[in-house]
């Protein structure tokens, strides 16, 4: 089966200006989630979205939004860019029920210039 | 809220030999889920080995195996017979097994895994 993939790979934006990432799960994955990977501070969670909506969110500000479509693949949204937003951002998908384990797409990689 | 250390940063092993990377969380919970991700400089994170907390058996994947220690709230990997390609990222995380709002991730700062001949 297909992994989970995510495009651009690589975004280049200045600060202040909007960023948009997208995330195709696994065939058969209803949950999708987001998480930022900065320099030096490992993978932090930021968003998770099932069956269309967003279940939860991580210790992150507002202007961090997404969504997530009726085919489950899902959006995630920065707005007002700030330097310190330059990261890998990592998509990673899990079926509805019956396991628990989470597959990870390669990331796009954020840089705020 | 849980929390993950895996307090080496780096680690070195020569080919074919063991290593082991350590990884201690702090949770109250009673249930939950233990999980070493590889993050290879392509950036894609694949899942090595996974441990259920209510599982007594360490959990063991080909070379990859853990040594779990729940009172002590440890969690271990092994490498046996290290090979180049193993050399990575390896990341500890914690999933709550409780359902809803825990399902997320909780990782590790990671340990960069280097194998030399």
């Known amino acids: 089966e297909a992994g989970v993939t995510q495009s651009p790979t690589h975004l280049i934006k200045t600060r202040g200006q909007q960023a948009t990432l997208r995330c195709s799960p696994i065939?058969?994955?209803?949950?999708v989630y987001w998480y930022q990977q900065a320099l030096g501070l490992g993978l932090q969670f930021l968003l998770w979205y099932d069956e269309g909506e967003e279940r939860n969110r991580g210790n992150f500000p507002p202007r961090f939004s997404g969504r997530q479509f009726p085919n489950y693949s899902s959006e995630l949204n920065v707005n007002a860019l700030e330097l310190e937003d330059s990261a890998l951002y990592l998509c990673?998908?899990?079926?509805?029920?019956?396991?628990?384990?989470?597959?990870f797409g390669p990331g796009t990689r954020l840089t705020v210039t | 809220a849980q929390t993950v250390t895996q307090s080496q940063p780096e680690m070195s092993v020569q080919e074919a030999e063991t290593v082991t990377l350590s990884c201690t969380y702090d949770?109250?919970?009673?249930?939950?889920?233990l999980f070493w991700y590889k993050q290879p400089p392509s950036r894609q994170m694949i899942l090595v080995i996974r441990q259920e907390a209510y599982k007594q058996q360490n959990a063991t994947e080909n070379r990859f195996s853990v040594n779990f220690q729940k009172a002590a709230k440890s969690f271990s990997l092994k490498i046996s017979d290290s090979q180049l390609g193993d050399a990575a990222m390896y990341f500890c995380?914690?999933?709550?097994?409780?359902?809803?709002?825990?399902?997320?991730?909780?990782f590790g700062t990671g340990t960069r895994l280097q194998v030399t001949l």
């Open positions: 990673a998908s899990k079926r509805r029920s019956g396991t628990y384990e989470q597959y």
């Open positions: 949770t109250s919970e009673s249930d939950y889920y």
């Open positions: 065939s058969g994955h209803t949950s």
């Open positions: 995380a914690y999933r709550s097994a409780r359902t809803g709002t825990a399902s997320k991730l909780t």
